[in-house]
């Protein structure tokens, strides 16, 4: 647990001294995104766009974490036991990619619908049986959705006009 939690104080002290635009907590044993991030990484946060958290054991997130990390480009949550995302994810205005790969989703997380910038999501191999495809046709800058190895119903794999739904 010590190692842990001083590979992850190393993770967040070389982002904010070396000014990187990226914070990578993946593989860290992580069952939740430690509060004490939030203060350690204060004076750089508008500057990180893209986060990985992949291969934790992550529960959830909180809405403070989208609220905090307001310029966020690419999140990589893929490897988790999430089985769903806050509402603030839909106030995201930067996001280009969400990797939520490998998860513990029975739905998709119809918020990311929200996010006008999003041109990747990936849902792939999570339990979710249907996708808001009317939703997900609205978005404009959407280009690709991977949902292989979900359940899908055969209605919900249906051929999108203008992104790529990998099945």
Not at 14 to 33: K, P
Not at 81 to 95: D, F, Y
Not at 117 to 138: A, D, G, R, Y
């Amino acid at each position: 647990m010590a190692q842990a939690v001083a590979n992850v104080a190393r993770r967040i002290n070389a982002t904010v001294e070396e000014q990187r635009d990226s914070l990578d907590l993946s593989d860290c044993g992580l069952v939740s995104f430690p509060d004490g991030v939030f203060k350690m990484i204060r004076s750089c946060t508008d500057n990180i766009q893209k986060i990985s958290l992949a291969n934790n054991q992550i529960k959830a997130l909180s809405n403070k974490f989208f609220l905090t990390f307001t310029q966020l480009r690419e999140v990589d949550l893929q490897g988790n036991v999430l089985t769903t995302l806050p509402e603030a994810v839909g106030n995201m205005q930067h996001l280009i990619s969400m990797d939520l790969s490998r998860n513990k989703l029975r739905v998709f997380p119809e918020r990311l619908t929200d996010v006008s910038s999003l041109q990747h999501i990936s849902v792939e191999e999570n339990q979710i049986t249907e996708l808001p495809m009317e939703k997900l046709s609205l978005m404009p800058a959407l280009k690709s959705v991977d949902v292989r190895c979900n359940p899908l119903t055969p209605e919900a794999a249906s051929v999108p006009d203008h992104f790529t739904l990998l099945t």
